[in-house]
């Protein structure tokens, strides 16, 4: 008898990593339905792709938008560029989407919740952003959702659709200064969205519930299909 296919369902898929995770889905046998989550309308790209209008500020909105998903895919994130520095605006994007995401795939009968968090996160940590991505990781983990699988990836390489040019410097800079980090340091690592995107998959992938954490080394080895 055949396997009923998956539905997965992404947050940020026009962003880097997931439109990457969204590529991924597309090719993968194991889904039948990827959904995208947006504010803004746009059109299918996909045979297998959905589009559910969402405002992310109604729960009931995103309820509605998570129904028969399988997996949710969260790769939501901002700038401080593009919040013109307000730090309200960045945490209600940063964390208040993710975790009221989680709550509402909970509630629809989601089992799998995939973040994309950072290299670093600490609820405690003095830098805003930091502790930022340790409070949402908290707040998710907080949700009861049975596997939570938090990516922590440190620079992010790729080509974004919208151009930042600190970005891109900051890019070019890491790259090749990836290589001088070691031991602790070596989660800071300069790592590649579309990595970040396949280790995602594959952590959905697993049958084990729990709270799973993965950092550079472990992304890698995802990616590659060494011992996952």
Same mark, same amino acid.
């Given at each position: 008898?055949?396997?009923?296919?998956?539905?997965?369902?992404?947050?940020?898929?026009?962003?880097?990593?997931?439109?990457?995770v969204?590529?991924?889905?597309?090719?993968?046998?194991?889904?039948?339905?990827?959904?995208?989550?947006?504010?803004?309308?746009?059109?299918?790209?996909?045979?297998?792709?959905?589009?559910?209008l969402?405002?992310?500020?109604?729960?009931?909105?995103?309820?509605?938008a998570?129904?028969?998903?399988?997996?949710?895919?969260?790769?939501?994130?901002?700038?401080?560029?593009?919040?013109?520095?307000?730090r309200?605006?960045?945490?209600?994007?940063?964390?208040?989407?993710?975790?009221?995401?989680?709550?509402?795939?909970?509630?629809a009968?989601c089992? @799998?919740? &995939?973040?994309?968090?950072?290299?670093? $996160?600490?609820? *405690?940590?003095s830098?805003?952003?930091? #502790?930022?991505?340790? %409070?949402?990781?908290?707040?998710?983990i907080?949700?009861?959702?049975?596997?939570?699988?938090?990516?922590?990836?440190?620079?992010?390489?790729?080509?974004?659709?919208?151009?930042?040019?600190?970005?891109?410097?900051?890019?070019?800079?890491?790259?090749?200064?990836?290589g001088?980090?070691f031991?602790?340091?070596?989660?800071?690592?300069?790592?590649?969205? @579309?990595? &970040?995107?396949?280790?995602?998959?594959? $952590?959905?992938? *697993?049958?084990?519930t729990?709270?799973? #954490?993965?950092?550079? %080394?472990?992304?890698?080895?995802?990616?590659?299909?060494?011992?996952?």
């Open positions: 008898m055949a396997t009923e296919k998956k539905t997965a369902a992404i947050i940020g898929a026009t962003g880097l990593t997931g439109s990457c969204q590529r991924f889905l597309f090719d993968d046998p194991d889904y039948g339905c990827v959904r995208s989550l947006v504010r803004w309308p746009a059109e299918p790209i996909h045979a297998k792709h959905e589009v559910k969402v405002d992310f500020n109604d729960p009931e909105s995103i309820l509605l998570l129904t028969g998903v399988s997996v949710v895919f969260c790769a939501i994130g901002t700038t401080n560029k593009k919040v013109k520095g307000d309200n605006l960045y945490w209600q994007i940063d964390h208040d989407i993710p975790v009221r995401a989680c709550k509402m795939a909970l509630e009968g089992r @799998t919740f &995939v973040f994309v968090s950072s290299a670093g $996160a600490n609820p *405690k940590s830098a805003f952003y930091l #502790r930022l991505k340790g %409070k949402a990781e908290d707040a998710i907080a949700t009861g959702m049975p596997a939570v699988h938090l990516m922590r990836p440190g620079q992010l390489l790729g080509k974004r659709t919208e151009h930042r040019r600190l970005e891109s410097w900051i890019q070019g800079i890491m790259k090749p200064l990836s001088l980090f031991g602790s340091w070596a989660q800071y690592k300069a790592i590649d969205a @579309t990595i &970040v995107a396949k280790a995602m998959v594959v $952590a959905a992938a *697993k049958q084990e729990g709270v799973f #954490r993965y950092t550079y %080394k472990e992304m890698i080895q995802m990616a590659k299909g060494e011992g996952y």
